[in-house]
């Protein structure tokens, strides 16, 4: 049995690597194609192209992964199907589950190399693109400034910047404001705030305290600002897509907007997305294989790569349009998330369990 599971896994295996290494080159070719002209026109030297596909790598996996594991099995098992070699293996007691077996684990362990890249390289891969970007477009967006700052943070202050320069690490135009219930009782207004020395520090403002009787005001031209929660990384993750986030990090955004009041569920969509989409990979297969087995000598090879694609374009229009009525509030997020793979995954069941054995 171990021997027929690597002789199955090996096909499986040489299919995939060269499905991936092939999807690979055909996507950074066709974008470094559309890429060209933004690349010379801004003077971007070679060693910053060749860096900025490198960072791409690991969101282009996320993208073409479902695909060439799908490929690689309609290939494989449906190599052995029209060779004959799986009637063979049943005619030998071998059932077809057993035959399928070493695919869907390498599936399954390919879906969990996918959540390791979705959830460590990606973000750091965008974060170096972005910062290539910035060193070397002409006329790109201020996409280090974010304006209209609004932030609550542990001990229950209203913090809001007009604006706020995450390169510098400098904001304008602030209020802070200290509740107690529903009653304000401390307000310090700024021209400016900064980070320095790992602290905060004010300028230019007034300090207001007030009671039920009495309001004290006093001004001052520089004052530190003590706060362990509000941290200039905590305000630039709002620069970040929820594609550039770790899950954790995006985790914590999530509860910094319900703290700032905000309404979290187009990001959580995002956030059970990071765990529902690598599992795309085990979940296109248990579609797949029993396709591939019912292949004949007449199958061709473009018949097995036409299935390969439809499935998958089928499986990801469900996931945008589910994402997407998830984002507006149509459906619960992690029905958003997870009704791709629930519709796949017991749409492959039935066509595992219907196959002939």
């Not at 055909?26 to 003077?43: G, S, T, W």
């Amino acid at each position: 049995m171990f021997i027929l599971a690597r002789y199955i896994s090996i096909k499986f295996i040489n299919v995939l690597v060269f499905a991936i290494i092939s999807f690979l080159a055909i996507f950074i070719i066709v974008d470094l194609i559309e890429n060209l002209d933004r690349f010379i026109n801004n003077q971007f030297p070679a060693r910053a192209v060749i860096e900025y596909y490198i960072y791409y790598v690991p969101f282009i996996l996320i993208l073409i992964m479902p695909v060439a594991v799908l490929l690689a099995a309609l290939f494989s098992v449906g190599g052995l199907a029209r060779h004959n070699e799986i009637i063979a293996m049943k005619a030998a007691g071998i059932s077809l589950y057993r035959i399928f077996t070493p695919v869907l684990l390498i599936s399954f362990l390919i879906s969990l190399f996918a959540l390791f890249i979705a959830n460590r390289m990606v973000p750091l891969g965008t974060e170096k693109q972005a910062k290539i970007n910035e060193q070397y477009l002409k006329n790109r967006p201020a996409r280090r400034r974010l304006n209209n700052v609004y932030l609550r943070d542990d001990q229950d202050r209203r913090i809001s910047m007009r604006y706020f320069n995450a390169q510098t690490n400098v904001g304008n135009v602030v209020s802070i404001r200290t509740l107690e219930g529903t009653s304000l009782k401390k307000r310090i207004d700024a021209r400016r705030i900064a980070w320095e020395d790992s602290v905060w520090t004010l300028y230019e403002g007034f300090e207001r305290s007030f009671t039920d009787l009495d309001e004290h005001a006093e001004s001052f031209d520089q004052k530190q600002f003590v706060d362990t929660s509000m941290r200039p990384d905590n305000i630039t993750r709002l620069l970040k897509n929820p594609e550039e986030m770790s899950y954790r990090e995006l985790k914590d955004f999530i509860e910094e907007v319900k703290r700032n009041g905000g309404d979290p569920n187009r990001w959580i969509v995002d956030l059970y997305l990071k765990i529902a989409m690598p599992f795309a990979n085990l979940i296109i297969v248990l579609f797949g294989l029993p396709l591939s087995s019912s292949q004949t000598r007449r199958s061709s090879a473009a018949k097995g790569f036409g299935i390969s694609l439809v499935v998958t374009f089928v499986y990801f229009g469900i996931l945008k349009t589910t994402q997407s009525l998830g984002h507006n509030g149509k459906l619960e997020p992690i029905a958003a998330a997870w009704l791709a793979n629930l519709i796949f995954g017991i749409a492959g069941l039935g066509v595992l369990f219907k196959a002939q054995k």
